[in-house]
């Protein structure tokens, strides 16, 4: 299983910025997705995850309300939609799957597939 993420950039905060991350290999279409970030010096962090099922999709406190993540299950594709930038959300971000198809956890241990990070930088 192999995951690509892209669409990271700069922004100002309140600004917006959308993620995707295409799931590709054998089974991709069975797997749920997780999106992490991490800075330097600080573990990795969840942000949210979604099964392919689409079943309650789950957001950290922090990004609860500003960020929608979805799917779209004939492109293979996660999307992580972020509004209401902060500062605080800089970071670089990574999508993954864990080894057991549609489901999701919101610790990065239980994810054994990951795709390179993206930067999301937002000016304050």
């Known amino acids: 299983v192999q995951l690509q993420a892209s669409g990271g950039g700069s922004v100002q905060a309140g600004g917006s910025l959308s993620l995707s991350c295409t799931v590709s290999?054998?089974?991709?279409?069975?797997?749920?997705v997780g999106w992490f970030r991490q800075v330097p010096r600080k573990e990795r962090e969840f942000v949210a995850a979604?099964?392919?099922?689409?079943?309650?999709?789950l957001y950290a406190d922090s990004v609860q309300d500003r960020f929608t993540i979805s799917r779209d299950t004939a492109k293979n594709t996660v999307f992580l939609r972020m509004d209401g930038l902060k500062p605080e959300d800089t970071a670089v971000y990574y999508c993954?799957?864990?080894?057991?198809?549609?489901?999701?956890?919101?610790?990065?241990?239980?994810?054994?597939?990951w795709g390179r990070g993206t930067q999301v930088t937002v000016r304050g």
């Open positions: 979604i099964k392919w099922s689409g079943d309650s999709p």
């Open positions: 993954a799957a864990p080894q057991t198809t549609n489901t999701y956890y919101t610790s990065w241990r239980w994810y054994q597939y």
């Open positions: 290999g054998r089974r991709a279409s069975e797997y749920g």
